[in-house]
């Protein structure tokens, strides 16, 4: 049973959290949003990293991947790891440039595998990182990106310290967020996942990551957060007021599945196909899209990048990951459209 607030709309009530109140007959601008296509209130997007899983080993791998993306013609937001390749990052800015899509360049990895860690209580280690994330600023603008997103380091080992950790990657934050102001600018997202299950990171929460925003904005900076569906389910979330609560730094979602069984082989955040053994299907998603709708996250303005995280496997093809999550996103937007007309 996913973790939702318990909403009951076809009597008309919304129950969540132990108070009931009358809920009013979606706004004549949020019926309208559900007549009109996906694409038209947020932008589909495609996380190269799971779909072409190594694609940064070799350099045109990512380009391809880019191009092959376009041809598919129903994605319009991008997301990749480092590109160690300057030609290659000039090409993918130039061509992303011509079609008008955004790319959210991920540090994680290239923090990850040289062993940095923005929450490291080892404050040497801490500015090493700060240092190099703002280095891959600069990368990330090479590759034409307008997002750039890091995550916490590993949680520390003893539990108690953890907060300490957040407090760190907060002092690591801004001036990350200084560095990204200078032009051409760079929005900076930081991604909560687990604490306790699987990836095990220092930011876990949707509420920490709002206050490291609002930490953010009392300097004058900003930062945004993204939220995904399997780290917040892990953590024990309801998906709902997640999403809820993280709106006003909202800068993107992630729908991943996830299986919350503790004696299951895939416990954990291992990015599956929506459905079974995982806890989020396309219905799933479809109620998480008419929160979206209702709180103003999706929009004919806004048009938020909303990904799929659905990593290939070895017997996969790429255009299989690609269709899967493309399928994913139109048939949740579908049973909307559908409960519109109903309605």
């Known amino acids: 049973m996913l973790a939702f607030g318990t909403c009951c709309r076809s009597a008309g009530w919304r129950i969540r959290s132990g108070h009931d109140e009358r809920a009013e007959s979606p706004s004549t601008a949020e019926a309208r949003s559900l007549t009109k296509q996906l694409s038209e209130v947020a932008r589909p997007g495609i996380l190269i990293s799971n779909t072409w899983p190594t694609s940064r080993e070799r350099p045109g791998d ?22 160690p390749y300057p030609d290659e990052r000039r090409a993918i800015a130039s061509l992303l440039r011509q079609e008008g899509y955004p790319l959210t360049y991920c540090l994680t990895r290239v923090l990850n595998e040289a062993g940095l860690n923005l929450s490291d209580l080892d404050e040497e280690n801490r500015r090493q990182s700060v240092e190099r994330a703002i280095r891959g600023l600069d990368e990330a603008r090479e590759a034409g990106a307008s997002q750039v997103s890091v995550i916490s380091g590993p949680r520390p080992a003893d539990p108690a310290q953890r907060a300490e950790a957040v407090r760190q990657l907060g002092k690591s934050l801004l001036p990350i967020c200084r560095a990204a102001q200078a032009e051409p600018a760079l929005g900076l997202i930081v991604e909560p996942l687990d604490s306790n299950v699987h990836k095990k990171c220092s930011l876990g929460l949707t509420a920490e990551a709002v206050a490291l925003c609002q930490a953010a904005a009392r300097e004058g900076l900003s930062l945004s957060v993204c939220v995904d569906t399997a780290h917040a389910l892990l953590n024990g979330e309801d998906l709902l007021e997640s999403l809820a609560l993280a709106r006003p730094y909202l800068a993107e979602y992630h729908y991943c599945n996830c ?16 459905g079974p053994p995982g806890v989020v299907d396309v219905a799933a998603i479809a109620r998480l899209m008419r929160e979206s709708v209702e709180i103003g996250f999706f929009g004919p303005e806004s048009r938020p990048p909303i990904f799929c995280e659905v990593l ?30 109903a309605g």
């Open 312 to 341: 290939k496997r070895a017997q996969d093809e790429p255009h299989q990951v690609m269709q899967h999550c493309h399928d994913s996103l139109e048939q949740a937007w579908a049973m909307l459209a559908q409960e519109g007309e």
């Open 62 to 83: 990512t380009l391809a991947a880019v191009e092959a993306v376009l041809c598919h013609g129903f994605f319009e937001a991008f997301q990749t790891v480092e590109i």
């Open 259 to 274: 299986v919350l069984d503790p004696a299951h082989p895939f416990y954990g955040d291992w990015h599956l196909p929506f």
